[in-house]
């Protein structure tokens, strides 16, 4: 129970009551005279059953219970002072009862104040009936058009109760409706400093980007002459001792591959074509172990390809595909990376349903059951550093090449994702 509120409650009910007391004391109310013993003792009663409701208040215990509670005793107590007033010769007051339900409308519910109105509407009329059979003593006449007086008073009673209900109701949606969206907006605001940062870090990246073009550019030509080099130095060996041949053919076959892997890298720089065409997912598949496998296999993890002979073409952008799949192959090196157990990274391929598969599986940790139904949500993610673009920008590359993307957990343990492509024709 939020005692504050408590607190603000009853301090509202104490300074009602003192107010009527004091009231009283000075003018009188309705036709009693001013000091009247009993509206002063109810008034006494009042002020002490603050004190309780609040040591109540503090267990608490029910509090719902509590706040109905006070609401009806309130409403016994203003029905007493009414009948100390006169009961039907009190007509004309029978505007006090507004305060309860108004209140309680705005502070409370909706339905408790239709409880008031309707309690002190019922319990008015019950004390009128009394005093008409005579249960009640009559303490002074009512004036002679007193029952319409009442009737009136009590139709006012009800209608104010009922808008009071109605609108507390409305002032209630309508701050369940701000707070809604303060939290879509700080949502928003949030997502776009994450998307701001994220533009700034892809501006920096490109132009990083074209510098390590540069000097990729730089080191291929120097590769290729020192090739072109060793190449001579072979053929002057062939009649020399066959292990300087060996090492020679070695630093040939190293010069060709960091050759491979900087020509990928050159063509992955290079602007791209946005044009669909048919290519053999194997030889993308390919380009990323020579893009990645260096960065992998040093947190010790296997990179491997499998892919079946005479694999179908697929039908999509070149440099996203394989943008794609080296975002896959990076999110799961780096889930194996902080399991901090090695493991291995397999692309593979296999064929369904006339459709060709894709599949970048690791035997990692897997990924959290909670995790895995947004997975391809923009900006969620399970990384501290992350962004939560990645996945959502991939699922949207695969979805605008007539495919599908999708994730789940291997039983065998770890995670898989599938890109499901239309085959070339």
């Known amino acids: 129970m939020d005692l504050s ?24 109310v309705g036709q009693n005279p001013p000091g009247d013993r009993a509206l002063r003792t109810l008034g006494i009663v009042a002020l002490v059953l603050d004190a309780a409701y609040y040591v109540i208040a503090r267990t608490g215990w029910q509090p719902r219970v509590q706040a109905y509670a006070r609401m009806l005793i309130d409403v016994t107590l203003v029905t007493a002072g009414l009948y100390d ?70 139709l006012v009673v009800v209608l104010v109760g009922v808008m009071a209900a109605w609108l507390g109701e409305r002032y209630r949606a ?71 041949l060996r090492h020679a053919e070695q630093i040939e076959h190293a010069l060709g591959n960091a050759t491979r892997i900087i020509t990928h890298v050159l ?34 993890i296997a990179l491997r390809v499998e892919f079946p002979n005479r694999f179908p073409a697929v039908v999509a ?39 060709v598969v894709i599949e970048v599986r690791d035997d990692g940790p897997g990924i959290p059951a909670d995790a895995l139904p947004r997975i391809f949500e923009p900006f969620y993610t399970t990384k501290p550093s992350g962004t939560g673009l990645g996945l959502a920008i991939s699922a949207g590359i695969v979805r605008d090449s007539g495919g599908e993307l999708t994730a789940g957990n291997r039983p065998e343990g770890g995670a898989v994702f599938r890109l499901a492509l239309p085959a070339a024709p």
């Open 317 to 355: 952008v070149p440099f996203q595909l394989e943008q794609v799949l080296l975002n896959l192959v990076s999110n799961a090196h780096d889930a194996l990376r902080d399991a901090r157990r090695g493991g291995v990274i397999t692309i593979g391929g296999a064929i369904e349903a006339g459709r």
């Open 5 to 28: 509120r408590v607190g603000q409650e009853l301090a509202v009910r104490a300074v009602v009551t003192v107010l009527i007391v004091g009231f009283n004391e000075l003018f009188g």
């Open 174 to 244: 309508s701050r369940r409706q701000v707070t809604t969206l303060n939290r879509e907006l700080e949502r928003a605001h949030d997502a776009s400093l994450r998307l701001s940062g994220e533009i700034q870090r892809t501006a920096r990246l490109y132009a990083l980007g074209e510098v390590v073009a540069g000097v990729t550019h730089e080191i291929r030509n120097v590769l290729m002459v020192a090739g072109s080099h060793n190449q001579l130095l072979i053929r002057k060996l062939r009649e020399a001792d066959p292990q300087v």
């Open 267 to 300: 063509e992955t720089a290079r602007k791209p074509s946005n044009e669909r065409v048919p290519i053999a997912a194997a030889d993308v598949a390919r380009r990323v172990v020579d893009l990645k496998g260096y960065d992998v296999r040093r947190d010790g």
């Open 85 to 154: 007033a006169g009961g039907l010769a009190a007509a004309q007051d029978l505007i006090v009862y507004l305060i309860i339900p108004v209140y309680t409308a705005m502070m409370f519910s909706s339905t408790a104040s239709l409880v008031a109105m309707t309690y002190s509407v019922l319990s008015y009329l019950a004390v009128v009936f009394a005093q008409s059979m005579g249960w009640l003593p009559t303490r002074r006449p009512p004036l002679p058009n007193a029952g319409g007086i009442a009737a009136f008073n009590l």
